[in-house]
């Protein structure tokens, strides 16, 4: 069944023979989690049918930034094809740094969700293609929470959250009340920080473009956040993202976890619950949104095979090829990216979180408002964000291990912003 469904992908998508010759090889840059890792297997059948040999570079998700935008805004050529998202893939569509995208009528890019669609796109053209998206919920154990007598709520208070997290703390027994991102970097600690400080009303700029990160809503924020983790956190929060709390959460040391929707499908315990992310009043982002997806460098060598490949590892019949590996199955398809895929039986007979992620990513809110007067949920989509990011995630976890004052983090972080947009010429 497997090799059945992984094979009609190079069919059904036409992969030319011409594609194939005009590469022996691809190298391909990907961020290290378990849906990155399980493409390394199923895409031993796309080299069988086409004979091109797959050169993985799976990096942590920092340094993958770090160094796909190095390479790429100096045009390397160190890859053929790169894990991007939502900030960089219009910003560098629109500075040429990567390849338009055209696929097939038979890839219907009509299918992917249009949220994913349009925060990869730059004027209409595609420059990158979703292979999962996701926003950000509550995963919580519900048996802990029981027994504790706490519930969690969609779109809870966070002082509903704090106390739920508080009642389910239980050191002593190796268990913390609230595991969340404390690793410094724009897309680790700061994405999720971001979205708590949404919630309270916080924005990064005014509308000239101003920053914002010593506003009383800014300092709300960080103050619940670091007392949040510091108290009811586990040891070490500030070298914890993703990958790090996924493992503690499978190890059943969590009560309850806010990250992305697409960590579902890697929890193990029978007793997670999901609710939609909380607000402190506002909730306006408070839950992100991001795809995790494949771009071509400009002027790589190898476009046409790259753009044949990528159109198969995030086609339909990729979802099929997963779904009936016998590795992995139905409850380990890349999600978010596709409505076809919360329309297959037997996804859906097994991914009890699939009605929870498609609230949350329904309800992502990337465009401008009165609260943030610009695009982006947990980043902001200008060239700048990055570097800004950067600065204040690790400002935040200055202030999450107490080496520095919640104020002092905040008014640093301010400092760096306003000097990096002046030379930028915002104002």
Not at 43 to 61: C, H, M, P, Q, S
Not at 178 to 207: H, Y
Request: glycine content about 8%; proline content about 5%; some cysteine.
């Amino acid at each position: 069944m497997f090799m059945r469904y992984a094979l009609c992908a190079a069919s059904t998508l036409a992969i030319t023979a011409g594609a194939a010759q005009a590469a022996d090889s691809l190298t391909i840059a990907i961020v290290n989690n378990g849906h990155m890792i399980n493409m390394q297997t199923v895409a031993k059948a796309y080299t069988a049918e086409t004979g091109i040999e797959l050169n993985w570079v799976a990096l942590e998700e920092g340094v993958l930034r770090e160094q796909v935008t190095s390479d790429t805004a100096t045009g390397g050529g160190q890859y053929d094809i790169i894990n991007i998202g939502m900030q960089e893939a219009p910003i560098w569509g629109a500075a040429g740094w990567i390849e338009p995208l055209n696929f097939s009528d038979a890839y219907d890019v009509d299918d992917i969700l249009p949220a994913m669609r349009a925060g990869l796109s730059h004027d209409g053209t595609l420059y990158a293609a979703p292979f999962y998206g996701e926003s950000s919920m509550v995963m919580y154990r519900k048996d802990l929470a029981d027994a504790a007598g706490v519930a969690i709520a969609d779109n809870d208070s966070w002082d509903n959250v704090k106390a739920a997290a508080m009642a389910m703390h239980d050191p002593d027994n190796g268990v913390y009340g609230a595991c969340l991102r404390g690793k410094p970097g724009w897309g680790d600690n700061a994405a999720f920080i971001t979205t708590v400080a949404n919630s309270f009303g916080a924005r990064w700029f005014d509308e000239n473009w101003k920053p914002q990160l010593d506003s009383a809503e800014w300092n709300a924020a960080i103050n619940f956040y670091v007392d949040l983790l510091g108290n009811y956190g586990p040891p070490g929060s500030e070298g914890n993202s993703f990958n790090e709390i996924l493992a503690l959460y499978n190890e059943d040391k969590c009560g309850l976890w806010i990250d992305a929707t697409i960590a579902a499908s890697f929890l193990e315990s029978p007793n997670v619950a999901y609710a939609q992310s909380p607000n402190a009043g506002n909730p306006v982002g408070a839950n992100w949104l991001w795809a995790w997806a494949f771009a071509i460098p400009a002027g790589s060598p190898n476009a046409e095979a790259a753009q044949a490949f990528i159109e198969w590892a995030t086609s339909k019949d990729y979802v099929q090829a997963v779904g009936n590996h016998p590795e992995f199955g139905w409850g380990s398809v890349p999600t978010g990216q596709r409505a076809s895929t919360y329309e297959i039986p037997e996804f859906q007979a097994v991914a009890k979180f699939a009605a929870a992620e498609m609230a949350a990513i329904d309800s992502a809110a990337p465009e401008a408002s009165d609260l943030k007067p610009y695009v982006g949920v947990q980043f902001v989509a200008i060239p700048e964000f990055p570097q800004i990011g950067v600065i204040m995630g690790q400002e935040m976890a200055a202030a999450l291990t107490g080496a520095k004052t919640v104020e002092e983090a905040l008014a640093a972080s301010q400092d760096a912003a306003e000097a990096i947009m002046k030379e930028a010429g915002y104002y």
